[in-house]
């Protein structure tokens, strides 16, 4: 079996004075796709502070390719090739769409996206390239912070709630354009509330439950009961 | 269980900063003259230092133009008594009201600063202050005046008895704006002071007036700064704007005071005030070299022990000789 | 045509107050924090350039190609080094570490070239003057002024044409998703202070050639550009050239009617415009 792209042992993780993550474990494969599901305060938008390096662990808490980042800011993960989609998409504010995305582009890293694939996948933004993205609806502003993610063209790109507060509609058309993106053989986690969107773009699931693994499996193989047990923690 | 302000460390420290407070008040009778000079600067440096720790510590009011209300002090003493035909010791009385009073205005505009713009600001009405006694020649313009001879000897009978009494002064507005402080501090004004402190969204949504506390302690310091310097010009007797609204002297100073002793705690100024003046003493012939290390004193312990001398004591042994904090006594032996 | 001439007069010296403005306005603007020993930077930046006037002889104009990049390391290095501790949501630390700063380079001023006035020698340029309409305007302040224009035009561009203006504003909006696009916090505040310092080193050498200056001269440079700054309105650079220009009139009438008044004018204008436009003439819209 090859080494994993990326692995958590053992992650413990705080907020504030706040434990949030217990003893962790959890491995993903080149090419993989994870979803990783659990209710509001189950610890998934830490762990996505803390694989992005918002939040500081120790060193071989995590490792990626062999290599322990546990320990590095943000900006030198993201130098990896790591690109996190923030909740509440955070664009900002006092820069235009175009040059929303071409901060993304600064890592300098090589590969499929640039400017021109991003408008190709979402050619609304190219039509509004230069408004500010304060001005753009909820969906347009979440796929604009898709596409400044891929803009770094990372190996590993994690989501965190793209379908939260947004239509159905949306929802679809987003959901819609990701094949396109891990098509590619980019590595994706995806949080997200929405199980059945989780399950339906995913290889295989985790279930966080109050800061701990309460379910893993494959994607298509694991039971509705199985997750609503996981996910509520009823009958464990 | 019980919960209680005083420690015993309290209570000990009241006992000895009341004996400590009775030989100071016997001075006179002990000191020489240049020690007592000294000594009086100290105190009334120690009070300078309580009153713009109260602000920024408390209140968050960051000011770096508190030689205005100094300088305005000063100014105030040489006009009520020159024109006025007052006495020196109620000119200093009236100096301070008259302090207050100039406030109002001041605050008024400058409270539409936030932060370090606020801080500023006061600089920049500190300034508008001396360029504004520099142009009213009755008190000597630009090159300032002397306090005249008779209104000097009005104050008593021959010059120790004089030193006595400004050293006493001196002595008395220190314990009184320590007192004032304290007093304030532990009142509900205070309290909420401290809880804007600790938390402004939290104060505020407990229906705490902020701006009016703020305003409020911004006044009455400036108040009692301007008696501070109403006493400091009756010491030296002569007065300019350069030496009045010197921002080094009232205000850089008082800051490094504060900043190292520890600020926002009461005990912070006290130590603070030692500390300067053991190095002032024994580093004052370095001439700018003192400043320098003083500097860089205060942005090592800015940025290495913001809470300052009085912090490290305090984490170290958890005292508090000025019970403000309540304490929580589980074991019923402990008093 | 006194009137006329002052108001002229008083423009051009709003382009230096602008120049001692645009640093602060610039740090500001993408870290939140005001830098209290920036008066001391600006007259640092004046004996720098008297020391390399003095040591190579040099025009002082040209030794701004000197001056400016070394306090442009200087600022980076101060950042990096000192600055970037103090940045939070605490107001103090940055306040009070500044205003430590700022005693410490006016005493080592001090100490290195004692309290005399000192004044950069600039030559034939200090008293020539062109007729325009009837008025004479020195060239020096012509030239002071269309630098500060310049400078302002140039940050402008920068600011929203380059990728670094880019990551400045970036950084300004949300620190922590500046980070996740690989942008080193740290690095970028070190850039800004090192261009704001780079802007100081341009106004001390302007300010050394049109007056004299010693080791206690920062205050009233710091508070001159806050003030311009204030005028302006927060965040707006062009609007800063305005409070420059507003501040340099105030002061050229205040002078008029009693040289007495020429500073105090320019400090009642700041508070005309704090009591009745306290975000200022020209705040950016905010976004």
């Known amino acids: 079996m090859p080494d994993p792209l990326l692995s958590l042992s053992a992650l413990d993780a705080h907020y504030g004075d706040f434990q949030a993550l217990y003893g962790v474990d959890m491995t993903l494969m080149q090419g993989e796709v994870l979803a990783i599901i659990g209710a509001n305060g189950a610890g998934k938008t830490t762990l996505m502070r803390s694989i992005s390096g918002l939040s500081q662990n120790a060193p071989n808490q995590i490792t990626y390719i062999n290599q322990p980042i546990g320990a590095l800011r943000a900006d030198q993960v993201a130098g990896l090739g790591i690109a996190l989609v923030p909740e509440g998409r955070q664009l900002f504010p006092s820069l235009s769409v175009e040059e929303n995305l071409l901060i993304g582009e600064r890592m300098g890293r090589k590969g499929p996206w640039s400017l021109q694939a991003v408008f190709d996948l979402f050619p609304i933004l190219e039509e509004r390239r230069a408004v500010a993205s304060t001005s753009l609806s909820g969906g347009q502003q979440q796929m604009v912070a898709i596409g400044r993610a891929l803009m770094a063209n990372p190996d590993l790109i994690l989501f965190d709630e793209i379908s939260l507060g947004l239509a159905p509609v949306i929802i679809k058309s987003i959901y819609d354009a990701l094949p396109g993106i891990v098509g590619s053989g980019m590595s994706a986690m995806i949080v997200e509330q929405d199980i059945s969107k989780a399950l339906s773009v995913s290889d295989r699931l985790y279930c966080l439950q109050e800061g701990r693994v309460a379910l893993e499996g494959a994607s298509q193989g694991v039971s509705r009961e199985a997750i609503s047990a996981a996910y509520f923690g009823v009958g464990s | ?335 | 045509m006194d009137w006329v001439n002052a108001v002229v007069q008083g423009t051009l010296l709003g382009g230096l107050y602008a120049l001692f403005a645009a640093g602060l306005s610039l740090i500001f603007g993408i870290m939140r924090l005001v830098n209290i020993a920036h008066g001391d930077l600006i007259v640092l930046g004046s004996y720098l350039g008297l020391v390399v006037v003095t040591a190579t002889g040099m025009h002082p104009l040209v030794a701004l190609i000197v001056a400016v990049p070394v306090m442009a390391v200087l600022g980076y290095v101060l950042q990096r080094g000192i600055l970037n501790q103090t940045l939070g949501d605490d107001l103090l630390p940055p306040l009070l570490v500044t205003f430590g700063l700022s005693v410490i380079i006016q005493n080592a001023l001090l100490e290195g070239f004692t309290a005399d006035p000192q004044k950069m020698n600039a030559g034939a340029i200090e008293t020539a003057s062109v007729s325009v309409g009837g008025l004479q305007l020195g060239v020096l302040p012509l030239l002071t002024f269309a630098i500060a224009v310049g400078v302002i035009a140039a940050l402008q561009w920068m600011f929203y044409n380059t990728a670094l203006g880019r990551a400045f504003r970036a950084v300004s909006d949300n620190q922590e998703i500046a980070q996740l696009m690989g942008l080193n916090r740290r690095h970028v505040f070190g850039l800004a202070m090192g261009l704001a310092l780079a802007v100081t080193a341009i106004a001390g050498i302007f300010l050394g050639i049109r007056t004299s200056f010693d080791p206690a001269a920062g205050a009233g440079r710091l508070i001159y550009g806050f003030e311009a700054v204030i005028i302006g309105g927060l965040g707006n650079l062009w609007g800063t050239l305005a409070g420059g220009v507003i501040l340099g009139v105030s002061q050229t009438l205040g002078a008029k009617i009693d040289p007495g008044y020429q500073i105090l004018a320019g400090h009642i204008a700041f508070l005309v415009v704090l009591a009745v436009r306290p975000q200022g003439l020209f705040p950016r819209v905010s976004g």
């Open chain 2, 1 to 335: 269980m019980r919960v209680t302000r005083a420690s015993n460390a309290a209570r000990i420290a009241a006992v000895l900063g009341l004996i400590g407070l009775v030989v100071l008040a016997l001075g006179p009778y002990w000191a020489g003259r240049a020690d007592m000079r000294l000594m009086s600067e100290i105190f009334l440096y120690l009070a300078l230092a309580s009153l713009w720790n109260l602000m920024a510590g408390y209140a968050g009011l960051v000011s770096v133009g508190q030689q205005a209300f100094v300088g305005f002090g000063g100014y105030m003493l040489f006009a009520l008594t020159i024109f006025g035909g007052l006495s020196p010791v109620v000119a200093i009385g009236g100096a301070a009201v008259l302090g207050a009073l100039i406030a109002v205005p001041v605050a008024v505009l400058i409270f539409r600063l936030r932060g370090a713009y606020f801080a500023i600001g006061t600089w920049v009405m500190a300034e508008v202050f001396r360029l504004t006694f520099a142009q009213v020649s009755s008190l000597g313009g630009g090159s300032g005046s002397s306090l005249p001879v008779n209104i000097v000897r009005s104050m008593a009978n021959g010059r120790a008895a004089r030193e006595a009494l400004s050293y006493w002064l001196a002595l008395g507005i220190a314990v009184v704006v320590i007192a004032a402080v304290y007093l304030f501090l532990r009142s509900r004004q205070g309290l909420a002071l401290t809880a804007i402190r600790d938390n402004e969204l939290a104060a505020g949504s407990l229906g705490i007036d902020i701006w009016r506390t703020k305003f409020v302690v911004y006044i009455v310091t400036a108040g009692l700064t301007s008696m501070v310097g109403a006493l400091i010009f009756l010491q030296k007797l002569r007065i300019s704007p350069d030496a009045a609204f010197s921002v080094n002297d009232w205000t850089a100073f008082v800051i490094f005071i504060v900043v190292i002793g520890g600020i926002g705690t009461l005990e912070g100024p006290i130590i603070g005030t030692l500390i300067f003046f053991a190095l002032r003493e024994t580093l004052a012939d370095l001439g700018s070299v003192y400043l320098l290390i003083l500097g860089a004193v205060a942005i090592v312990i800015m940025l290495k022990a913001p809470k300052g001398v009085w912090g490290l004591i305090r984490a170290r042994y958890d005292l508090e000789l000025f019970p403000l904090s309540y304490r929580v006594h589980t074991d019923k032996k402990e008093g």
